[in-house]
Antibody, heavy 124, light 108 residues
Framework: QVQLVQSGAEVKKPGASVKVSCKASGYTFTSDYMHWVRQAPGQGPEWMGI????????NYAQKFQGRVTMTRDTSTSTVYMELSSLRSEDTAVYYC?????????????????WGQGTMVTVSS | EIVLTQSPGTLSLSPGERATLSCRASQSFSSSSLAWYQQKPGQAPRLLIYGASSRATGIPDRFSGSGSGTDFTLTISRLEPEDFAVYYCQQYGSSPRTFGQGTKVEIK
């Protein structure tokens, strides 16, 4: 079955970086796109950016420009999200979520499959 | 950036009752790009509705979506015990993709 499995929880100090992985299975990895979404405690989801696993192109939310890097490894069907210069406000659950682009209609599709989430805690 | 405002913040209802959730956008966009998600504590969001009115795979028909332009609605016709959760609307057609702040449907 289609699934996204993320890496385990992380605890980081302010100023450090964190790298979260998301391994895809059950579908053709390079046929679909992957988003990263985070959710702070008690808050709604917040979109961070998108990566095209086929060519590696990315589009980041302006809020995270300069601090986030999304990459992929096609040999293992895994995408990565690295966030640097961590601060306490980055404490959140980080999710990867799949989408695709319908070339016939010219529209993007919704986020149909989500990873289980990775808790990142930033604390001194 | 399209800002989505959901109302009410909390909906207190009993099983068997009808739930009506609202999502209003700061500017008009294609209804083809509006989704609703359900989230339960400790779980990832689950896609319920896409394209404003199409149910995702496996979603029961008591869930329905409607709307266009700037006003969208999620309706749960008869609440089942497993439907008590937080619901988010989302626009996914343009960057940045944005989410509403959520409506919590709680047991009265």
């Amino acid at each position: 079955q289609v699934q996204l499995v993320q890496s385990g929880a992380e605890v980081k100090k302010p100023g450090a970086s964190v790298k979260v992985s998301c391994k895809a299975s059950g579908y053709t990895f390079t046929s679909d796109y992957m988003h990263w979404v985070r959710q702070a405690p008690g808050q709604g989801p917040e979109w961070m950016g998108i990566i095209n696993p086929s060519g590696g192109s990315t589009n980041y939310a302006q809020k995270f420009q300069g601090r986030v890097t999304m990459t992929r490894d096609t040999s293992t069907s895994t995408v990565y999200m690295e966030l640097s210069s961590l601060r306490s406000e980055d404490t959140a659950v980080y999710y990867c979520a799949r989408t695709n682009y319908d070339i016939l209609t010219g529209f993007w599709n919704a986020f149909d499959i989500w990873g289980q989430g990775t808790m990142v805690t930033v604390s001194s | 950036e399209i800002v989505l405002t959901q109302s009410p913040g909390t909906l207190s209802l009993s099983p068997g009752e009808r739930a009506t959730l609202s999502c209003r956008a700061s500017q008009s966009f294609s209804s083809s790009s509006l989704a609703w998600y359900q989230q339960k504590p400790g779980q990832a969001p689950r896609l319920l509705i896409y394209g404003a009115s199409s149910r995702a795979t496996g979603i029961p028909d008591r869930f329905s979506g409607s709307g266009s332009g700037t006003d969208f609605t999620l309706t749960i016709s008869r609440l089942e015990p497993e439907d008590f959760a937080v619901y988010y609307c989302q626009q996914y057609g343009s960057s940045p993709r944005t989410f509403g702040q959520g409506t919590k449907v709680e047991i009265k």
